[in-house]
């Protein structure tokens, strides 16, 4: 299976996106300790931010992809609360700040939240009504066929 087939799934899509951040926050940290510069902890909870903000862009797209879309919802929301999580938590490990003491980051993560789900409302809306005017153009056009005496399924 190629590796985009396995980005399609929710879980592993987070899992990438969390390990992505993990990558780039040891990265930064590295070369910042060559830096002089005062360690606020805002880059790091920055980049696990924009990794969960980039898990529902992504996740949402490709739910258009998806074969099952309520099964593909209820692993997405789950896989969007993981990740959440699992970022929070690194993110107060690697800066000895939790969520209360980084200024702004409380609000971001409300919004990212609430843009998700804005986000997936709309793509499976979107998917819901797709669906429902192909079956109805399939109906049809089998309809029609049966009308005029050819075949075409």
């Not at 799934?9 to 990558?23: D, E, I, N, T, W």
């Not at 107060?92 to 409380?106: A, H, I, K």
């Not at 997936?120 to 089998?142: A, C, Q, Y």
Request: contains cysteine; charged residues 15%; aromatic residues 16%.
């Amino acid at each position: 299976m190629q590796a985009i087939e396995y980005l399609k799934k929710p879980p592993y899509l987070a899992v990438s996106a969390f390990l992505a951040g993990f990558l780039i926050s040891i990265l930064g940290l590295i070369m910042h300790s060559f830096s002089p510069l005062e360690d606020t902890g805002v880059f790091v909870w920055g980049i696990f931010v924009s990794m969960i903000l980039i898990y529902a862009i992504f996740n949402t797209i490709f739910l258009f992809l998806s074969e099952e879309v309520p099964q593909y919802t209820s692993h997405s929301i789950y896989s969007f609360l993981g990740l959440g999580v699992a970022c929070v938590l690194t993110s107060w490990m690697f800066t000895g700040q939790s969520l209360y003491q980084v200024e702004g980051f409380r609000s971001v993560l409300s919004v990212l939240g609430i843009g998700y789900t804005i986000f997936l409302g709309i793509g499976f809306s979107i998917r819901r009504i797709v669906d429902v005017t192909t079956k109805r153009d399939s109906e049809k056009l089998k309809r029609d066929s049966d009308e005029i005496g050819h075949n075409l399924f």
